[in-house]
């Protein structure tokens, strides 16, 4: 199991993809492997420029799909609790560890953003 760091704060737009990204940039500059990992996004999606799974991709070099970085996309912009109910869905903790253990555990380190 690969060491790593879980990014969290207490609200929407406090700094957790920057933080998280610009740890990556550094570590990957520093020639680690680094993955990362946002199980819960909601209010864009994953394939935006401009969103959060897609810049901690870019950042880290991450070579895994958007889809698996970031298993659980909801398009409103609302916390990702409210906008799975909202749209039907219900995610499970044993969801999100499933996601967890399909990625390549192969890494110098990973980066995991909270929602």
């Known amino acids: ?40 996004m909601s209010g864009a999606k994953r394939e935006d420029i401009q969103s959060d799974a897609f810049l901690l991709k870019e950042m880290s070099g991450d070579s895994h799909s958007l889809e698996e970085i970031n298993p659980f996309q909801f398009d409103e912009p609302l916390t990702p609790y409210l906008a799975a109910k909202r749209k039907g869905e219900s995610i499970s903790l044993e969801q999100v560890k499933q996601a967890w253990l399909k990625l390549d555990q192969n890494r110098d380190f990973y980066l995991i953003e909270g929602a």
Not at 9 to 19: L, R
């Open 1 to 40: 199991m690969p060491k790593g760091l879980f990014v969290t704060g207490t609200d929407t737009e406090v700094g957790k993809t920057i933080v998280t990204a610009s740890i990556a940039a550094a570590l990957k500059e520093k020639g680690m492997n680094i993955g990362v990992f946002k199980p819960m």
